[in-house]
T-cell receptor, first 112, second 114 residues
Framework: DAKTTQPTSMDCAEGRAANLPCNHS???????VYWYRQIHSQGPQYIIHGLKNNETNEMASLIITEDRKSSTLILPHATLRDTAVYYCIVSPRTGSARQLTFGSGTQLTVLP | DVKVTQSSRYLVKRTGEKVFLECVQD?????MFWYRQDPGLGLRLIYFSYDVKMKEKGDIPEGYSVSREKKERFSLILESASTNQTSMYLC?????????????FGSGTRLTVV
């Protein structure tokens, strides 16, 4: 399974874009990039996923580099409620449950 | 709004007790999962189920069992609770085993074994 590397923590000013990086240099061709977040004392929440094209939904945008070795999750206008731990995960589409591995993630703190 | 509901947010149990953690989902998902989350260790998969009465061991099944008698309900059982099972327990459900369509998690049960 591909491993991911994320910064331990980041700060972002409220109203600004939060850009969260993730390195996944050993990603395989059939593996997708997923992002989840976990607000304190709650379960993780699915945000977005992608294979090689950039993706956008109502929560965030996902930018995947052309070589697929890294990606960036973008929260376009961060709010205080976006303060959470953000997890970047890689897993094949038809993988088993064991392959969806949550690491330590990035603690994003949105500052007023 | 789709939901995964865990029966308790906080539980305190004594060593040796049999503990039941209940999870219900209203999304008609085939697949359900139990994780535990500990500081510095991330989420670890305990058991999962891909159909009623079907179950598979995850990465850390020792000391746990599960039951899935109905599609919407997945129970985690601690046969004889021990202090090293003090943890946050998270239930999730998904359309696919590998989570391609995203996992929906419950709010978690924080279990303390004394």
């Amino acid at each position: 399974d591909a491993k991911t590397t994320q910064p331990t923590s980041m700060d972002c000013a409220e109203g600004r874009a939060a850009n969260l990086p993730c390195n996944h240099s050993t990603i395989s061709g059939n593996e997708y990039v997923y992002w989840y977040r976990q607000i304190h004392s709650q379960g993780p929440q699915y945000i977005i996923h992608g294979l090689k094209n950039n993706e956008t939904n109502e929560m965030a945008s996902l930018i995947i580099t052309e070589d697929r070795k890294s990606s960036t999750l973008i929260l376009p206008h961060a709010t205080l409620r976006d303060t959470a731990v953000y997890y970047c995960i890689v897993s094949p589409r038809t993988g088993s449950a064991r392959q969806l591995t949550f690491g330590s993630g990035t603690q994003l703190t949105v500052l007023p | 709004d789709v939901k995964v509901t865990q029966s308790s947010r906080y539980l305190v149990k004594r060593t040796g007790e049999k503990v039941f953690l209940e999870c219900v989902q209203d999304m008609d998902h085939e697949n359900m999962f139990w994780y535990r989350q500990d500081p510095g260790l991330g989420l670890r998969l305990i058991y999962f189920s891909y159909d009623v009465k079907m179950k598979e061991k995850g990465d850390i099944p020792e000391g746990y069992s599960v039951s899935r008698e109905k599609k919407e309900r997945f129970s985690l059982i601690l046969e004889s609770a021990s202090t090293n099972q003090t943890s946050m327990y998270l239930c999730a459900s998904s359309l696919s085993l590998g989570g391609f369509y995203g996992y929906t998690f419950g709010s978690g049960t924080r279990l303390t074994v004394v």
